[in-house]
């Protein structure tokens, strides 16, 4: 294969390579195979303009046009001209197709279902990112260049994936870069001999000169390449594991470490993605639980607490993390006079459910379970580490249902003095209307409990707001204030505008994210979807703690202590859960699904008592990623075997059974020492094809330090070989099969282990597959072109025959 072949090849495989960052966000990922197709009708059709023509900008022009008219043929085949031209309707198509994969891409989450206008977005992205490599790499002959596009390609996938994409789809993006740039370096050192196995080797054999051969200089460069590129690519994957102090990085989205009890949890704003959850078209399961309380509305499940507030966002500090302890501690603030109810509920996370943050009812006192889990004490908040998510978790929490009296709210002391220089600080860019609304809202309250229940009433009921999960989802000062202006907004802007409010005030207050309690089932369990994702403000109150506020209408549940009436419930004993529960979840909803918004937020609805371990309804990946992610595992495992598969079929093949003719064993013969000499071959013994079998059968006995049986092998099977080539009457060796094993166990126990495995796993005879196809396509090239040549003379002959002459 010609160097420019070589890179168009590495250039096709690097793109693919990188595109693999853009598999998890779409479901099914099949489209991956459409671009690969596509792509190759583009890297071929540069192929063959690049051999009839050395114009770079005729052959970049060429791959374009090939380009749109093969997405025409595939996205828009009824509009197109003759159903593959790409006229004025398909390119209006093509427009029509995009707008709506943008609003795609706005309203799914992910992995986002695979509509024809985001096929294109990612399939035409592929392609782009094709034509720009392959131009760069092969056309203009400089891959360097060729990374931006590659990595622009997986910056996007990075991106649209908050942050979030796995390190390995890293690895292989790069690697494919590192391919492509050895490639180019092969190309450039082969300007000055050929690289692969020092000199060129003769048509009649593929045989080196000998042991020196092996050595020759060409050989050294290319290793040294080699091995300064994974060298590189190993330090740009360790730095940043070295360097905790750097963030969370490229390569890790938890920065999560440390041994022990140690380590540190970065910021990460899971508010991403909750406006799209929100959106979602269906409400996909996402959480199913069962617990022993019949006091569900109080049950939100909590991944985290937003404790900063910037101006530019809420968002959580870097804090340290430790171990799980077996007993949580005291929650901060609660004080013995609270009464509280202990409950436990067992969840199961669903198997499209991937989140660092663990929903936990607030606040837990204890968890089980399993896996790498960090836990961070000023949030009570559970944190996976070393890519640990919440996919198909199941999980034992015990936590307390804090029920305090309105009279202790409105008694609670001034909360520290720590606690509130933390927890009221407001950025000096707040809008000064915040602070007067809340001043005037607030006018009639007494105490800082009255204030905080009239900030979420005015909110919830009073104000007139408006609950819109389609409105601008910013998070700064200048959102609060377009909020508290225009009035319609979703939980985000409901919950950030009462904590801020209340800091105003002089409330300590913060953002919790996580879920509301979800819909009761039929089979008594809870089922959380994902338009159950939900923040609310937690307001701090000295002897109760950090205590939940619902200022968003027509979400949740309005807590009990800021109603009118005081509840008098007094704390249950502690219930445990039942081991013996197997009642698989119901998939239907009962009737009391049916339950009104506003009933449900008062907690009318009703609950169950019994619970259990249950499993999420989600039904798992399709069918069709399953199959193309075997597909892939499959080639993963057998693409590294291929050169063992390959020498045990061409052994078998040689040392089978020999045929009953004379012509036929000593066939065989010559065979079974062509076996003899790839053997040697493949332990390290490079063969010389300009030495007579008995010299060979010398050198291999020489070279291999064979002794005794393996030697007399050799020298028998050497003299078979020169009767059958040489012998008036040819002898044909008996037992050359016997003789072929006993050398091969010779050579392979004077090499040691590391020689056994790699004349094993990757022997060097396998490169006899490479020369036959060198060897292939330039018979075919050179019947092309001669072809092609008999063609043009005939052409240019019939141009210059004369006209007859009239008589």
Not at 740 to 754: F, K, M, S
Request: charged letters at 20%; hydrophobic letters at 40%.
């Amino acid at each position: 294969m010609s160097g420019r072949g070589r890179l168009a090849l590495c250039a096709f495989a690097a793109t693919l390579m990188a595109a693999g960052a853009l598999l998890p966000l779409v479901d099914p990922a099949t489209w991956i195979i459409q671009a690969a197709l596509l792509l190759t009708v583009q890297s071929g059709s540069g192929a063959l303009v690049r051999r009839w023509s050395a114009a770079r900008a005729l052959t970049v022009a060429v791959q374009a046009l090939v380009t749109l008219v093969a997405l025409a043929v595939v996205f828009a085949r009824d509009q197109a001209v003759a159903g593959f031209l790409p006229g004025p309707d398909a390119v209006q198509q093509f427009g029509v197709l995009l707008t709506a994969g943008a609003e795609d891409v706005g309203q799914y989450a992910i992995p986002a279902p695979a509509t024809d206008g985001i096929r294109l977005m990612l399939v035409g992205g592929v392609l782009l990112v094709g034509l720009a490599v392959d131009a760069l790499a092969v056309t203009f002959r400089s891959a360097a260049p060729a990374g931006l596009a590659l990595l622009a390609l997986y910056s996007v996938a990075a991106g649209l994936s908050g942050g979030g994409a796995s390190w390995l789809w890293f690895l292989l993006a790069a690697s494919g870069y590192l391919l492509l740039l050895l490639a180019e370096g092969r190309d450039q050192l082969s300007q000055w001999g050929r690289v692969f196995g020092g000199a060129a080797p003769s048509r009649g054999g593929r045989g080196a000169a000998g042991p020196a051969a092996s050595r020759r200089g060409p050989l050294a460069p290319a290793r040294t390449g080699r091995r300064i590129g994974v060298v590189a690519l190993g330090i740009a994957l360790a730095v940043p594991a070295a360097l905790p102090s750097l963030g969370g990085g490229l390569l890790d989205g938890t920065g999560s470490g440390g041994d022990g009890g140690g380590g540190t949890i970065d910021a990460i704003n899971p508010l991403v993605s909750l406006q799209n959850n929100l959106n979602q078209p269906e409400d996909r399961e996402v959480l199913r639980y069962r617990t022993n309380t019949e006091e569900t509305s109080a049950l939100y499940l909590r991944m985290t607490a937003l404790d900063v507030f910037d101006g530019t966002s809420w968002r959580s500090p870097k804090r340290p993390v430790g171990d799980i302890p077996e007993q949580f501690p005291q929650p901060d603030g609660l004080s013995g006079n609270v009464s509280t109810t202990e409950v436990t509920t067992n969840i199961s996370s669903a198997g499209s459910y991937e989140q660092k943050y663990l929903p936990l009812p607030y606040p837990a006192t204890r968890v089980e379970i399993g896996g790498r889990w960090r836990y961070e004490p000023v949030g009570r908040l559970l944190v996976g580490d070393e890519g640990q998510t919440t996919k198909g978790t199941q999980y034992s929490v015990s936590s307390l249902i804090v029920k305090p009296t309105r009279q202790q709210l409105a008694n609670a002391p001034q909360a520290p003095a720590e606690l509130r220089r933390e927890y009221t600080k407001v950025p000096g860019e707040l809008p000064a209307d915040v602070k007067s609304t809340a001043l005037r809202v607030t006018k009639d309250a007494a105490n800082d409990y009255e204030r905080a229940v009239k900030l979420q009433d005015w909110f919830a009921v009073e104000g007139g707001f408006r609950y819109d999960t389609e409105v601008s989802s910013g998070t700064g000062v200048t959102a609060i204030s377009r909020f508290l202006k225009d009035k319609e907004g979703f939980c985000i802007h409901f919950s950030f505008s009462m904590a801020a409010m209340a800091r105003t005030l002089g409330i300590p207050a913060r953002v919790a994210v996580g879920f509301t309690p979800g819909a009761p089932q039929s089979d008594d369990t809870m089922s959380v979807g994902i338009r159950d994702a939900h923040a609310w403000p937690e307001l701090y109150f000295e002897g109760v703690g950090w205590a939940r506020f619902e200022p968003t209408p027509t979400r949740g549940s309005v807590p009990e202590y800021t109603r009118q009436e005081t509840p008098t419930g007094q704390p249950s004993t502690p219930a445990q859960p039942e081991a013996s529960a197997t009642t698989a979840p119901s998939a239907q909803p009962s009737t009391q699904e049916s339950c009104p918004p506003q009933a449900r937020r008062l907690g009318e609805c009703g609950d169950t008592e019994e619970f259990g371990i249950v499993v999420p309804t989600d039904s798992g990946p399709p069918l069709g990623t399953i199959l193309l992610v075997a597909a892939g595992v499959v080639a993963v495992v057998l693409i590294p075997l291929l050169p063992l598969l390959w020498r045990v079929r061409v052994r078998a093949r040689r040392l089978g059974p020999a045929g009953r003719g004379a012509e036929d064993a000593a066939a065989r013969t010559l065979a079974a020492w062509e076996e003899i000499i790839d053997t040697a071959w493949d332990h390290g013994i490079p063969p010389d094809e300009s030495q007579t079998p008995r010299k060979t059968a010398v050198r291999i006995v020489l070279l291999g330090k064979l002794e005794g049986p393996p030697a007399e092998a050799v020298h028998r099977m050497a003299g078979a070989v020169e009767q059958v080539l040489y012998a008036p009457r040819p002898r044909p060796a008996v037992g050359a099969a016997e003789d072929a094993a006993r050398i091969r166990e010779g050579l392979a126990a004077g090499v040691g282990r590391a020689g056994r495995l790699r004349a094993l796993l990757a022997p060097r005879s396998t490169v006899r597959v490479v020369w036959a196809l060198s060897d292939h396509w330039t018979a075919v090239t050179t019947r092309w072109a001669d072809r092609r040549h008999r063609l043009v003379a005939r052409w240019s002959s019939t141009l210059r025959r004369p006209s007859r002459q009239r008589g």
